[in-house]
């Protein structure tokens, strides 16, 4: 509830404005609340998802025009109008957007330019429709709305909503994926989030509520044409929200707020203003990366118990992965994988076995990883197949495995740092939200049961690695054995049948490795199947069902613990070191 | 008119592939894509004028003294808007840090020297505005001058073999006892004066204008984007080829629609090859 | 004799306050005036002008004791072209600033934006933008045009290629802006309606940085005059270079631009800038006896040595002047600054004789500018900020 005492404070400060301001502050508060309006949606696409979208001044201009086309030409009401606006925007947020599934981050950005300054151009040209350069007056509303202050309530209504869903989606497993896909794409994929489905529908969103936010700003300068679209005005959208602060709601509301006051309080600094913006930005990318969202940010200042140890807790593992009769195992058969002339898998046989712990070792370069990225969907094997009991792995598509039941960890954790640990392992049971993105922004039940339930499954999740009571600590402050802890609650999270494990135990310390060691052993009794690629031998030895050597690529030896102990080859390549 | 379309698109089209090699310069030594690529270019023009005609030095002095300028704000660049985000690369911090510094400098020009495009001295004096007029010839020069001095720089000096080898493997590198940080200090000075250079050579035909930097900076783009990015052979054909079909496209069907037809082209090879046209794939990532 | 009462204006509002400080000592209500301009920025070239002239009346009047003891006071805002900031800046002035008449902005994209607010608010405004939507004595009975508009330059220009060049075939260039668009299309329906052949016409990016082949197509066309519509000078000192490198002596006509100091130093050789022609005014020309018309000629005479002219157009300056003039003398005749007062005087003007030309208003008719007074002047002639009448105009 604390959260919420910044937003009762703006919405009272809004609503004391009209009686003690003149009409030149409705104006202004009107141009905050409709660049709010953008900014909330684009901050989704940026601040949350991380793709650099700078020329979202494109979808405003397009939303702007239609309102103001279908108000001027057709006569329709404007509030529709606004609406099909927001169409409009949609449909060109995801035209802008999708390139991003194919683009890097920098080709990204050019081509949001690219289509901003064509959008311009277009406008500029197709004088029968837009006007040109005389342009065409926006959308006149009718009492009580006409008003300056009646106009403003009006656009801070919208504000108001606006932030509402986008808090609301930014807190709910759409959010998170969205985060996720930002700071830890490939951990993402092995949890089912579907990066394409995912920002489609963000883009749309997006798009949606920039598009509104034109036919409003339409209304706001009484008259648009294309000058009043400039790349400065895209510039202080995208500055507005790295000033607030990446993944957070009300810091670039706080940063909008003040991009918009700032030229009105500076006149003298109006010519300097996008010099000064743009100090501003580099200013904030070098020294306060998290932005005023970070400066605000209370809860975690507080400095955290230095020695913390992780006592997991196995025996609540079969309570959280509680499977039933699933009984299929992992199969590879002839698999070989090749990069460039190296073999790193060359023809490889294995099978995992459900409900049991499977290891898998073998020198540097052997291909264990290779063989755990290869279940996992990441690499496509040039010969072979993989399957789950009858049904085939498909090869390349890591983001499919999470359905069928496999999750995995990484070598190197990949967690999101600026996410809560809470969040991070909520990550973990994505595919098991059944709301869909617009039931979340409008906190429907479905949403609601959906995040009671995953809370609640997380927070078991964690009980059982031992790491509660940092739930609600940000994940970049824990130590990297912590991470490791993390990781595989974020996999138990999403109740698997089957865990990969990448190196689990390196960088732990001797207890650490004993307490992971019976927290597998109770994972693989609860049912689910666990492959662990370890170099830790002794580990290896005490927990596994079935242990595979590999060397080159290939099976050296197969068999219990103990068979391998006393396998010629493997003693005197492997073990005997 | 075919060779003034020619001599116009070849000449632009040289200027934009020297700021593709600019962006290749900035990337192969750093991993990162800088916003201020353009930048240097407008600064080129702003440079030379601000030299030759304002402090009146001689061509030659004034050529130097802009082309060192421009070398230095590239230093500036790689020190406050490259290191100090290159620790977290995979956030892709440098787009904004160099977007950054980018509009500083766009601003700064703007308000400092003029909003208004300033002539830029005649250089030598040869051809009358025709096709075979310097303000033509002088880019495309320019540009094949620096691709074969890079090449030589490339293949046959000690430092040139060292930039190829951060460029290939930056760890490696620096294992072999490479400093790293000295070379790419270096190389953002030799993409600061490539940049200066595309602007300096295409002085006559852009003028000293702050708005060409960001005009640069997206048409300088799209031959990375086409010829594959670090691929400076690449830069100079995608280079050359987008001169040639603007110019045409302006002449045959107006500016807007001509921009127009520049994106549209940019989008579809971009999404149908991510890469360029001969380009490298992408690295594992797993 | 009307004109000289222009320059007598400072006296006469003096001789008005006089009383009036007795009257009301000096702690009178200052007559605020919003004035909205682009000071800084790509398009800051006229306000640097305007800003000239409106300081420089305020000051005279200012001096002699005011406006029925009334100070002026000027309240500016930098809107840098930029209509969204123009539209905080119009409603600072009318809500915060509480200021009586509003003079600016100058850019059409922000005038357009700003009009219908300064109507909301009944704001009297003198509008200083030429495009023709922005004057409806119905829509917006409170705006008042202060320039010609665009119909009249393109009729100025039009008349020239008539009457003067015998030009029967024209080639129609623009730039690719918000301005430039429209220009090209109401130049192109005019002269078409006037009976013109257009040979070709062209709408081209100002950024181009060759525009050779758009002038060789003009050329095979058979055109023999180049309009042109462009505010930037890169371009318009393109077309000169081109037209000089082809060695093709056919004349260029169009905006005023054609006729910036910048072009000066962009043309390859100072003969390329000849045989062009922009649209400039007659009060703000030297006349075939190289003289300016006396009022301005004084009035050049009584600033000089307070701020320069040959780095600004005379016209912008005479402008600025002018627009004070109107507000002052509104409140000074009807002593009054409320806004109905200021309209309603304005709306009685007939043949004001401003330093920048001639203003008629009536209640239903607020394009104010005499048509005779925009000629055309020939571009590379600037000094003092004035221009020579082009040839052939007595």
Known sequence: MRGLLPYAVILAAVLVLPFVANDYWAVIGARAAVYWVLVAGLNLVVGYGGQLAIGWVALLTLGSYTAAILVARFDLSPFL???????????????????????????????????????????????????????????????????????????????????????????????????????????????????????????????????????????????????????????????????????????????????????????????????????????????????????????????????????????????????????????????????????????????????????????????????????????????????????????????????????????????????????????????????????????????????????????????????????????????????????IARALCGRPAFLLLDEPAAGLSTDEITRLGSLIKAVAAAGTGVLLVEHHADLIFDICDQVTVLNLGKELAAGTPAEIRSHKEVVSAYLGA | MLAAILAAGLAVGAVYALIGVTYNIMFSASRVMSFTSGQMGMLGGVLGTLCISRLGLPIIPGFVLAMAGCAAIGVVTEVIAVRPVLKALDQHLYVLSTLGFALMIQTFTAIEFSTEPQPFPRLIGIGEGGPWDEKFWLPVVACFATIGGLELLYRRTLVGRAFLAIAEDNFAARALGLPERNLRMASFALAGAVGGLAGFAGGELLMAFFANGAMLNFFGFVPVALGGLGNNKGAVIGGLALGVFQQAANFLMGGVVASVAVFAVFIVVLLVAPQGLFGAPAARRV | MTISRRTLLGSTTAALAMPAIARHGLAAEPIRIGWLATFTGPLSAPTIGFDRGVQYATALINGAGGVNGRMIEIVSRDTQGDPTKAVNATQDVISRQKVHAIFGPANSGELLATTPIMAKAKMPSLVPGV????????????????????????????????????????????????????????????????????????????????????????????????????????????????????????????????????????????EYWEKVYQVGYRNCSYGPDGKLPKANADFVAAVKGKFPLSDTSLWWVCSGVDAINLIAEAVAKTGSSDSDKIIGHWNTLTMWPGLYGHYTFTPTQHNGFLDSDVVMSKANSQKDGAFDLAPGYA
Request: glycine letters at 10%; hydrophobic letters at 45%.
């Open chain 3, 131 to 270: 495009v023709n939507s922005l004057i409806d004595p119905v829509k917006f009975p409170n705006a008042f045009r202060v320039t010609p508009s665009n119909q009249q330059w393109d009729g100025a220009v039009r008349r020239y290629c008539k009457d003067i060049l015998k030009a029967k075939k024209i080639a129609i260039t623009a730039d690719a802006t918000g301005y430039g668009t429209s220009a090209h299309d109401d130049s192109m329906a005019s002269f078409k309606a006037d009976g013109f052949d257009i040979v070709y016409d062209g709408v081209i990016d100002p950024a181009q940085p060759d525009v050779t082949p758009d002038l060789l197509r003009a050329r095979n066309a058979g055109a023999e005059v180049l309009v042109s519509w462009t505010v930037s000078s890169g371009m318009a000192a393109r077309m000169m270079n081109a037209r000089g490198a082809l060695n093709w002596d056919v004349p260029i006509a169009g905006h005023p631009a054609l006729g910036t100091g910048e072009i000066g130093k962009l043309v390859n050789k100072p």
């Open chain 1, 81 to 487: 109008a606004y609406g099909a606006g927001g169409v409009v925007g949609a449909l060109a947020g995801v035209v802008v957007g999708l390139p991003a599934l194919r683009l890097r981050t920098f080709y990204f950005a050019m081509t949001t330019l690219g289509f901003a300054t064509i959008v311009t151009q277009v406008a500029l040209s197709w004088q029968s429709v837009t006007g040109g350069g005389i342009g065409l007056p926006g959308p006149s509303l009718e009492a009580p709305f006409d008003s300056p202050w009646g106009f403003y309530l009006l656009t801070m209504g919208f504000a108001a909503v606006v932030t509402w869903m986008t808090a609301n989606v930014a807190s709910s497993r759409w959010g998170r994926s969205l985060v996720a896909i930002r700071d830890a794409e490939v951990a993402a994929e092995a949890t089912g989030i579907s990066k394409a489905r995912l920002l489609t529908i963000v883009f749309l969103f997006a798009g949606f509520t920039a598009g509104v936010a034109g036919g409003l700003f339409g209304t706001l300068q009484s008259y648009i044409t294309p000058d009043a679209f400039t790349f400065d005005l895209s510039v202080t959208f995208f500055i507005a929200i790295l000033i607030g602060g990446r993944g957070s709601i009300l810091g670039p509301l706080l940063g909008n707020v003040l991009l918009t006051l700032l030229p009105e309080f500076a006149a003298p600094l109006v010519a300097w203003s996008t010099f000064l913006y743009a100090t501003l930005l580099l200013a904030i990318v070098l020294l306060m990366p998290g932005g005023i969202a970070a400066v605000l940010d209370f809860r975690n200042r507080k400095p955290l118990e230095s020695h913390r140890s992780i006592v997991p807790r196995p025996d609540r593992v079969a309570a959280l992965v509680d499977h039933g009769p699933v009984r299929d195992d992992i199969i590879l058969r002839n698999v070989v994988l090749a990069f460039g002339g190296v073999r790193a898998i060359d023809g490889l046989d294995i099978t995992i076995k459900a409900g049991a712990v499977h290891g898998l070792i073998g020198p540097n370069g052997s291909g264990k990883t290779t063989t755990l990225n290869v279940i996992s969907g990441y690499y496509e094997p040039q010969e072979g197949e993989a399957f789950l009991g009858t049904r085939v792995l498909p090869h390349g598509k890591p983001q499919a495995r999470s359905a069928m039941g496999i999750a995995r960890t990484f070598q190197t954790p990949r967690v999101i740092g600026e996410a809560s640990v809470l969040q991070n392992v909520m990550i973990g049971a994505t595919i098991d939200g059944r709301a869909s993105f617009m039931e979340s922004a409008l906190t429907l039940p479905r949403h609601r049961s959906d995040e009671k339930r995953l809370t609640a499954r997380a927070m078991d999740a964690l009980a059982v690695v031992g790491l509660e009571s940092l739930a609600p600590v940000r994940a970049d402050r824990l130590q990297h054995s912590e991470l490791r802890f993390v990781e």
